[in-house]
């Protein structure tokens, strides 16, 4: 394990009897990147990291983590990989502290991040020396990044890490993706959450029905869709037809309109819809989650975004 790309993925396909979780998936995530992996439910992303991780043998194409195949060089693997599943399932008459331990031994790994990443997400002794089963969801997906990061690995992947979170612990999280970034840690996130992703992620893969749709830079894939323009018309004079406009879907909510605008189309747009009725106009870039949208109504990757 040297200077290889941290995830590579060429040709990943997984079938299940006849249904396809993952279709021909090829992508590469460089070391030390924060990578966001989205997509809708059934898209294939579990499948995707399951095998990532060896959970799950794929059907065809090649999957390396860290230079190394994770099902048969697993051994050589797992102390350098961490992993939160998107479901956690813990023995319930065990301790936090018993789970860790045993979930240290299994990754082959110490643990010596442990005690500051219990102490920074709040799991004291007292709650430690508790049976998980008697945990809250929070609680159980604190413990679930601390099982997932406890042994100071080179490549985590988390699937929905911040669900059960309250706000200031979610903000611990991101401060911890930033640290690790830093010191040159690979993640992928993958995460139903897109403001969580703008925030955290510098690029995105994004799939659908198990192939993928596009990679792209977050700042990229913002820049180059639509602009939202909202207009505030005065009382009683919210035109009932914006001409060519209306192409664009405007959704209007008393005297205010908003309309989503590819950005080449922008200043056309405003041109056309300035008039002596129009009080006030914004312009801003649309959010990961309106390219994200834009995407998806646009097709898959056969199309193109």
Same mark, same amino acid.
């Given at each position: 394990m040297g200077d290889e790309p941290a995830i590579e993925l060429t040709g990943l396909t997984k079938r299940y009897g006849a249904v396809v979780g993952?279709?021909?998936?090829?992508?590469?995530?460089?070391?030390?990147?924060?990578?966001g992996f989205l997509g809708p439910n059934g898209a294939g992303k579990t499948t995707t990291?399951?095998?990532?991780v060896g959970l799950l043998r794929?059907?065809?194409?090649?999957?390396?983590?860290?230079?190394l195949d994770p099902i048969t060089d697993h051994g050589r693997v797992a102390p350098h990989l961490g992993y939160l599943p998107g479901?956690?399932?813990?023995?319930?008459?065990?301790?936090?502290?018993?789970?860790?331990?045993?979930?240290?031994?299994?990754?082959?790994?110490?643990s010596p991040r442990r005690g500051k990443l219990c102490d920074r997400l709040g *799991? /004291?002794?007292?709650?430690?020396?508790? &049976?998980?089963g008697g945990y809250s969801r929070g609680m159980k997906q604190k413990l679930g990044l601390v099982q997932a990061l406890q042994h100071d690995p080179r490549l985590v992947v988390l699937d929905e890490p911040t669900e059960g979170l309250d706000p200031l612990v979610q903000e611990t999280f991101y401060a911890l993706l930033q640290e690790m970034a830093s010191a040159g840690r690979t993640v992928l996130l993958s995460s139903h959450v897109l403001p969580e992703v703008q925030r955290t992620c510098g690029r995105v893969a994004i799939v659908r029905d198990g192939r993928l749709v596009t990679v792209e830079s977050v700042a990229g894939l913002r820049e180059a869709r639509a602009r939202r323009i909202? *207009? /505030?018309?005065?009382?009683?004079?919210? &035109?009932?037809t914006l001409g060519g406009a209306e192409r664009w879907g405007p959704r209007r909510q008393g005297n205010r309109v908003e309309l989503l605008v590819p950005p080449?189309?922008?200043?056309?747009?405003?041109?056309?819809l300035l008039g002596p009725a129009v009080l006030d106009v914004t312009v801003e870039e649309a959010g990961l989650d309106e390219a994200f949208l834009d995407l998806y109504r646009?097709?898959?990757?056969?199309?193109g975004p």
């Open positions: 993952v279709d021909t998936l090829t992508l590469t995530v460089r070391p030390g990147e924060v990578f990291l399951r095998c990532l794929p059907t065809g194409g090649t999957v390396r983590v860290l230079g479901e956690l399932r813990f023995y319930p008459e065990l301790s936090g502290a018993q789970t860790l331990d045993l979930l240290s031994d299994l990754q082959g790994a110490p *799991l /004291t002794r007292s709650v430690l020396d508790r &049976p998980v909202r *207009l /505030t018309f005065a009382d009683g004079q919210v &035109p009932r080449s189309e922008a200043v056309s747009a405003l041109r056309g646009r097709g898959g990757p056969e199309e």
